[in-house]
């Protein structure tokens, strides 16, 4: 007999053609970057590269996780401004107390989205909606529409201004561990393959036995608690608690994760392609900007909505015709 | 004989309507025990209260000696109790290995799974089945009898004291059937009972200890299968007395009408290909004609109804309307050329189930009743109770929903929605599925009603007294090719079972 | 509430039932509570002033939302019709402000109503091709437009705030017709005419049977994909219409803002109007009343000295609840 169990990439390839197509585009663009601009691959960029984008990393892993179960969580834009009000509110007793507290609000944001979904059975796509209105009012409110400065003497801004080691920003590390750790949980646990299994079919997951309520709790909580860190970075990168930011990042959070290759419908997805796709429109911006720092082109700013939405749609029809050839494969009854 | 399980007086009540009243049910260690009874008898309340899906109104339920705890699916796997439910309760997306092993998955240091562990075991359990296949592949990319079968492997390696199987065998073929039956046996001899529904009676005889009958929430009977007859079994399902039944015939369609001249001919057929599932299909269908496809689970069948309907693109051959050319290349082609296609699944592509009756029957009418866009609903209205009375469709009235009504009652509309069209061919994909006895045999009526008036009838069905008793001509396929074609009258279950016993010793 | 419930024989009641009188009529009931506290509280409400404010205020939620429960009703979403508010709110000015426009200008008023409309349709256009043609989820398929459309009418504007004189374009948003606002009757009369063709159409019928079970209604011989692409260019259009009216009113374009999140708000309105999110139904008048309680509330509000961001978290628990009267009504 043959061992099967022995890594066959060619079936791997195969099985995720997304997943591999992300990472060579990501690839692609960063040789590309390499080539044409002298300081792209300088440490400047690549830190504040990095440094900007973690938030959306961290909010599009957590994304990922509802994605897989077939659900949605359009708050996590709102959820991260009104958590960078809340770090900022907590920046003098230092980073201990103002992390873990930030990160508790955005998990209460989770809880009550879990809470409509599970106990209220009120669709995701609704019941993050009416929390993304609500955060988003409850940041206007406790702030008084105003940005809260942070508290500049303590240890706050460390986390997003400082370096670990002096080699990387902190948020970068912190983001780095929570996206380990998520890998993990996806991959080898069985919360994770319920999450998959959930989205995947749901009645079926619950005739089999499993704990479906209470991973579809852990992926809302999650997703909050990841909006929750990227609001303490925002606040500690920006040196305030932002109430109005936020407005769409919802959007780029699911963007990168289809680019990634989750299947919108749940049942299929990737931590690392999920990091790969947030990474990659983040790049197209970082190479527009290069573009006009040579002066060659002028892209107003209007133009990146414009490019970043040809570039979902790009995705989208890669992504059709993937599915279509998938499905015609599928053996019918 | 000591007992396993024991249900008694159990009731159950959905929104004040009563499901079950008293039923009971009674299972030995170490036995399969079949239960029966028509579609609405109570058959998946009684199980779904056994395995926590639904909680139970009065009565109670003993298991292995003591009171049931059990009020979840996940309670019930604890207990020791598997179910297959009818619908594949799996996850296509996931791995095979992810569907055996989901929530029991072996860990290392307690949390993290051991994914070579998991392909190894689940391996080892599918290789009892018979089956040799990539666990690690998405179970979708499998047939659906490789599925049921995955799901079957999943309840047996829960260690369970009890195994329920409900209509196991619906999706497999002959010879995944006598796999399964090798692993139903050898589970009775390893001690674990199975609880076996099914539609297919004959199947009961051949591996079930005991049958337990149910009619209208309540349990009927209960006795050894050994000295039982099939007619028995049918009579206890309907209530009524096995003599009446034998004098009917099995199915309304009564002695065959072969000799009444044959009409114009309707439709024709040549070498039509659509893939490897249907290659080089001929046929010729006349008026007042009923053709019946035969063959096993994937021979074909469905996608020759597919191919003349529109919907699969032919890759191959033509086919003739009326003599007059053109393939309908979209099922709206297919209806304005006067085909009507009642699909083999009702719910998933037959009902639309928050709609009326009324919308429903009149769905693929539509275009005929429409006038600058607009419906006629004076018209509309008369149709459809014309149809209600005359298939005698049970409806509160032509508004109610058409979820609310039974299986039989909703296939009678889906039936009407097709007639309504004054269709020339029918094609009918398992018409009388899953629809209770009673109900089946006006199906059968009102089917011979129309070929009566000159419709021509392309019958499926995997109940062979139907195509046996109803076509003039009986088509069989195997694996995508007409292997060969019987006639009527001559036909009889033996011949044509014969016929499928000769494809698969020639697909061998 | 909903034109399907409607048409039910009434059953003949023995008493008087609370619950379900309140999951059917829900919506109405809210309506009534509104405006009874608003009578009660609201200073100076009962004033033609406010209904004049309140109904041309109402009337592009209300468009829009009537077309947002088309596409919900066959199982979709549009998120972009904010987007195309913008999108089509940019070139009116651009094309009657244009030396052509100035040249001539009944016609340049024509164009500059009928080329955003038709762009809009266009917008639609693509959003149904991808959702029917290449089997997108509509979520995703309407989120290209969502990002880019306002992009694009900023691109097309330069960011910049266009104000204009215009007294026959500003008409739609400013005239009156036996004293009350022009877009009020346009809105009631859009309904009127979706209204019928919901109830009395094949095209109505085939929306219905398409959110109820997109696979049966293809089998028997429905245009599914005709008939979504339709549902999304109908969302699209009066989108387009919506967009117009904001710059209409406020004599001014500003592609930033016009529309902005005007997805969540017809979404909302056409979810407490009764429509169902997976598909199946489509209480056009719901879509109304629904708009007309989100506008009232914001009003309410505001008029009663409390803050706007409290509105946001009104508006929240309003769709909330009014999602979670429908569930309960399913089961």
Known sequence: MLDTDAFDLRKYLSRNPQSVAVWVALAALILFGLLRYDNFGGAYNITSFLNYNSMFIVISVGMCFVIMTGGIDLSVGSVAAFTSVIAAYLSPYGIQIALPGAVLAGIGFGAINAFSIIAMRIPPFIATLATMLGAKGGALVISDAQTISVDWGSNFTKMGMEKALNILPWSIVVVAVVVVALWFVLEKTTLGRTVLAIGGGADASVLMGLKVNRATAFVYLLSGGCAGLAGVILASGFGAGQPLEGIGWELSAIA???????????????????????????????????????????FSAYWQMVIRGGFLFAVILFQARVMSGRTDRKVQT | MATLLNMSGIDKAFAGVSALSGASLDIAPGEVHALIGQNGAGKSTLIKILTGVYRRDGGTVQFNGADSVISSPRGAQEAGIATIYQELNLVPLRSVTENVMMGYEPKRFGVLINWKEAHRRTREILTQFGIDIDVRAPLGSFSTAIQQLVAIARAVSLDARLVIMDEPTSSLDASEVSVLFGVVKSLRDAGVSVLYVSHFLDELFEICDRVTTMRDGRTVDCRDIAGTTKLDLIAGMLGRDPDDIEQAGMTEFGASSADVDKGAVLLKAEGVSTGPRLTGFDMVLHRGEIIGLGGLLGAGRTEAARAIFGVDRLVQGQIDVNGFGAAPDTPAAAISAGFG?????????????????????????????????????AREREVVAHYIKALGIKTANMEQPIRELSGGNQQKVLLARWLAIDPDVLILDEPTRGVDVGAKREIQAIIRDSVAKGVGVLLISSEFEEIVEG?????????????????????TEDTLVRALAQTEGQAA | MSTRDTELPAAPTKSFEWGPFLRTNGGLVALAVILIFNILVTPNFLQMQTLFVNISQVATIAIVAMGMTLVIATGGIDLSVGAIMALSGALAPLIFLSEFGQAYPALGITAAILVPLIAAMACGLFNGILVANLKVQPIIATLILFISGRGIAQVLTNGNLQTFSNPSFSYLGTGKVLGLPFQGWLALGIACVLFLVMTRTTFGRYVLAIGGNERAAELSGGPVKRVKIGVYMICGVLSGLAGLIVVAINSASDAARNGNLMELDAIAAAVVGGALLQGGRAPIFGAIIGAVIIQLVKYTLLANGVEDEVALIAKAIIILAAVYVQQARKE
């Open chain 2, 471 to 491: 076509a003039d001509k009986i088509i069989v396929l195997n694996e995508g090719r007409i292997i060969t074609e019987l006639t009527n009258p001559g036909i």
């Open chain 1, 256 to 298: 990168s994760v289809v680019v990634g290759g989750t299947l919108l419908t749940g049942g299929l997805g990737s931590v690392t392609a999920t990091v790969a796709g947030a990474l990659l429109l983040g790049l197209v911006f970082n190479i527009l900007n290069f573009e006009n720092g040579r002066g060659t082109i002028s």
């Open chain 2, 341 to 377: 296609y009642l699909t083999e699944d009702r719910k998933a592509e037959g009902i639309i189930p928050d709609m009326s009756v009324r919308e429903n029957l009149t769905l693929a009418l539509l275009p005929k009743l429409t006038k600058n866009g607009q419906i006629d609903r």
